[in-house]
């Protein structure tokens, strides 16, 4: 549906149901049921949290030729319709493909900004955050533009993927994870958080802005990334935070993939080491460590205007985890020092 445009199953939907700003149309009741169920898995329906195959793919731009500038996710990994539904809804130029805008001009006084009437001042504003992240696109006249599979890191989709993606999303899952956030060693202003992560209860961007809190082109991360600032984004996905992770499974010396489901992520972290009581204990408390300080760096650079380099996370994560299991003597006497080298040697379980 997205990737074949000239293969002959393409062609056969396009005869039976029509295409509109290149997509296939779902056909409606007429259409046939197996049609219908996968037109729902492209548009956000379907299972495992509903959203899943949005999640899963985005655009990455050669030439702009067959990427449509506003619906297509080709500019950090969420389309500009949904990042700046106001302006999608007051656009002239709704189904130009990217290559269209940047000939028309996307600079400020262009003639890709032509709306149905006069913006107001706040409209203008999201016009100059949307032309800063134009600012920077190159398109490349000799690449076409394709399609990327975010769970393989080929690129490609792969039938593996999405089974382990679908198995791996389950209520029991969220269950699991929901009892794994209390821990004794943890402090319980910290296993409260997570309780509040795991049912999308903190007052992130994306959910401020959807209770009318925040105004809706105030919903980036606060990374800077450009990304709509989500729970899943900030603790899995950000691509400034999501380093995090990967220099904390390097410190303890395991590798691995993060699942884009919290829940999931939570439960794959705590038996990464195994299912040994003490490896999973440590594992849950550091994944624990980990959400609580990458939410206090958050709340850092929102209001305090302060940053600390992923880094120095990293620190602050190895120095709470240490003191939360010196405090309840779970920590052997070879010190601080060396447990920011060999810390499963420190807990008696290298």
Sequence with gaps: MLVDRNGLWYRV?????????????????????WWRELARVRDGGGGAGGEWFRG??????GN????????????????????????????????????????????????????????????????????????????????????????????????????????????TNVDEASSLVWHKQVPLKVSILAWRLLRNRLPTKFNLASRGILAHDMHLCVSGCGDVETAQHLFVSCPIFSDLWQQIRAWIGVSGVDP???????????????STSKFRSFMQLLWLACVWVLWTERNNRQFNNTEN???????????????????????SVFGIHSWFTTPLLCLGIG
């Design 64 to 171: 702009g030729r067959s990427s449509y500038f506003w619906t297509d996710p080709w500019l950090g990994g969420i389309a500009l319709a949904v990042r700046f539904r106001r302006l999608y809804d007051l656009s002239v130029n709704k189904h130009c493909t990217v290559e269209d805008m940047h000939v028309l001009g996307w600079e400020e006084g262009g003639e890709a900004w032509q709306w149905r009437r006069r913006l107001w001042d706040w409209e203008e504003a999201l016009v100059g955050e949307c032309r800063s992240l134009l600012a920077n696109v190159t398109l490349q006249v000799s690449t076409s533009d394709e399609w990327r599979w975010r769970l393989d890191n080929s690129g490609k989709y792969s039938v593996c993927s999405v089974y382990g993606l679908l198995t791996s999303g389950g209520s």
């Design 309 to 331: 380099s992923i880094n120095q996370l990293v620190e602050k994560i190895q120095i709470h985890a240490y003191w939360w299991l010196k405090a309840a003597n779970g920590v």
């Design 13 to 33: 939907l396009v005869a039976r149901y029509g295409e509109e700003d290149g997509v296939l149309r779902d056909g409606g009741r007429r259409a046939s049921s």
């Design 56 to 61: 899963c793919v985005s655009k990455v731009v």
């Design 260 to 274: 884009l489901d919290i829940s999931d992520h939570f439960v794959q972290f705590t038996y990464m080491l195994g």
